[in-house]
């Protein structure tokens, strides 16, 4: 299929219905209205149904429902939406229910401001709802990443029974690039036979909860869970890596930030001067495995955010104590440009501060 | 006719419409500049109340640089609140008849339901509406959708579409095929709303491989919205 070009947050929903996604409820906030709007306006041709529900507690707990008949589903917010959401992701998670959640990140905390911002990195990979539970969080960098990955958050939420997260800043969601839909092959995935479909009073009715009365089923509960999340943490890090023959800094950075420290790298590679990226794809499970082996140039990691360093401590926990680990980062709604990514790499190898 | 001349027939006060994400706001500024270029006094007047991000406002500093007046919420240009807080300075150089008036209007029907609030300061005036076009954006790829965009506009605005704009592109993957392939189609367009295509809007390196005779004046744009990372 030719390309076309695309507003972020349409391609997410255009992804989503690809995907097979026919049911989304959702709240209106800024920087992602285009995506409710855009599913109110094409799920109904395709049999599908969107309601804007009264609140963001509203529209996850409507997820919550349909996710638990085993259909395709889908919310999306922004920052101080997703904060709201959070006791439904919960119990979405605690009912090992398949569901995918959009955040579009916005300025925080509180109200904060519609422009964007990284500053939900710990909200998102370090549960902001109650209880021993993850989500899988794609950061995608690109609107075609992000269109790719859509595909894959509703089949890993499938298979794993869990809510699967794909986070953008508000760039990502805003911004305009050619986009193509690939045919993709489908994915094998177990039938869904713990829905609440109706038993036709043929079968032992499946019941969806997240409550559990005696204290040793949910200590299973929660192991079985955390089988789940080792298997997921061993199986779904993804990273992507640039210059990394021999650089001097390591820099990690997600997302749009990562597109704005490459061409800081390619700029500084024009003077002699070598720094590499990595640049998680999926923030949970956190991509150790691309820090287990180093190369010997690196003097440091240099994490950059759209944030105050949410990051710092996951490259902390990685890095186990071989390097030093440095920030540079903007926030509110400031966006760090190429110019101060390369002028803050420059001082940290002595030249002009 | 030396490039841009052309933008001397265009009437004093410019309003630049069309579907979110056609390039309006990239083509205003392009316009704007070309315009300050020659010595005009130009007004640049953001009436964006659609979107929140990529707005022609996020480049004042650099465009008052150049001697233009920047035009937008009566807040002040970086005040990221989607609120339709539009200046009432808009009227100004819609009423001063040295200045060229170069109206940016946010995207679809809905973003030029602003225009309605300033009909009576542009009916009796000498305008023209040109409509951006990109027929890589979903909804205007057809004949159909681009008469439906225009139409719809014209609707809610009540004033008329005098152009079209062939700006179709896929930013920097844009080459000579997008524009020609697109330019049968908005020509068609063209031909059913009899409405004249105006202008060929696209990056330098394009530009320079259009052929000749193709209908509206060729006109190199340079992308300023677009940061060098995206």
């Known amino acids: ?353 | 006719m030396n490039k841009g001349e052309i933008m001397l027939n265009d009437r004093r006060i410019r309003i630049i419409i069309g579907h979110y994400g056609s390039g309006k706001t990239e083509f205003s500024v392009n316009y704007a500049l070309k315009l300050a270029e020659m010595g005009f006094k130009v007004a640049l007047s953001d009436l964006d109340i659609v979107n929140p991000y990529f707005r022609s406002r996020e480049k004042a500093a650099f465009l008052e640089g150049k001697g233009i007046r920047v035009i937008s919420s009566s807040l002040g240009h970086n005040f990221s609140l989607d609120l339709p807080a539009i200046s009432s300075e808009i009227v100004g150089p819609i009423q001063d008849p040295d200045s060229q008036v170069i109206l940016d209007v946010g995207g679809n029907s809905v973003g030029a339901k602003v225009l309605a609030k300033f009909y009576e300061e542009i009916i009796d005036k000498e305008y023209d509406m040109l409509c951006v076009v990109n027929t890589n954006r979903a909804e205007t790829q057809t004949v159909e959708g681009i008469m439906y965009h225009v139409r719809a506009i014209e609707a809610v605005s009540q004033l008329k579409v005098t152009g079209l704009i062939n700006n179709t592109h896929l930013l920097r993957e844009t080459t000579l095929e997008t524009v020609l392939e697109a330019q049968e189609i908005i020509k068609e367009a063209s031909q059913k709303l009899s409405i004249p295509i105006k202008y060929i809007s696209t990056i330098e390196s394009v530009a320079k491989m259009l052929p000749e005779g193709l209908e509206g004046e060729i006109f190199p744009i340079t992308m300023y919205m677009r940061d060098v990372w995206m």
Not at chain 1, 10 to 32: D, K, L, M, S, V
Not at chain 1, 297 to 317: H, N, P, T, Y
């Open chain 1, 1 to 353: 299929m030719a390309k076309v070009l695309m507003k972020g947050n349409e391609a997410i929903g255009a992804a989503a219905i690809n995907a097979g996604c026919r049911y989304f409820f959702g709240y209106p906030i800024t920087p992602q209205n285009e995506l409710p709007e855009y599913m109110s306006r094409e799920l109904p041709k395709v049999g599908g149904v969107f309601v804007q529900a009264e609140s963001e507690v509203a529209a996850i707990n409507m997820v919550y429902g349909a996710a638990g008949s085993g259909v395709r589903v889908m919310t999306s917010s922004s920052s101080p939406g997703i904060a709201l959401k959070q006791e439904g992701i919960s119990y979405i998670a605690g009912a090992e229910l398949p569901a995918v959640i959009v955040n579009i990140v916005r300025g925080g905390p509180g109200l904060g401001s519609i422009q964007p911002s990284q500053s939900d990195y710990n909200q998102s990979t370090r549960g902001g709802g109650d209880g021993d539970y993850h989500l899988l969080v794609y950061a995608p960098a690109n609107i075609q990443e992000m269109v790719d990955l859509l595909q894959d958050a509703f089949d890993k939420a499938d298979y794993y029974r869990n809510p699967v997260m794909v986070m953008g800043d508000g760039m990502i969601g805003q911004m305009m690039e050619p986009v193509e839909f690939k045919e993709r092959p489908e994915v094998d995935l177990p039938a869904k036979d713990w829905a609440a479909t109706g038993t036709e009073g043929k079968r032992a009715p499946n019941v969806i909860n997240s409550l559990f009365l005696k204290p040793e089923e949910l200590e299973d509960h929660n192991i079985r869970l955390t089988e789940k999340y080792d298997i997921m943490k061993n199986n779904e890090q993804r990273w992507e890596t640039y210059n990394m023959e021999k650089p001097e800094i390591i820099c990690v950075a997600y997302g749009t930030t990562a597109r704005i420290v490459k061409s800081a790298i390619d700029t500084l590679k024009g003077e002699g001067i070598e720094i590499g990226l990595i640049r998680p794809i999926t923030v949970w499970p956190f991509p150790e495995k691309a820090f287990v082996e180093l190369p010997e140039s690196a003097k440091m990691f240099l994490s950059v955010e759209m944030s105050m360093g949410q990051m710092i401590d996951d490259i902390k926990i990685v890095n186990q104590g071989r390097l030093p680990v440095e920030f540079y980062g903007r926030s509110g709604g400031m966006i760090p440009s190429p110019d101060g990514v390369v002028g803050k790499i420059r001082a940290l190898l002595g030249g002009a501060k």
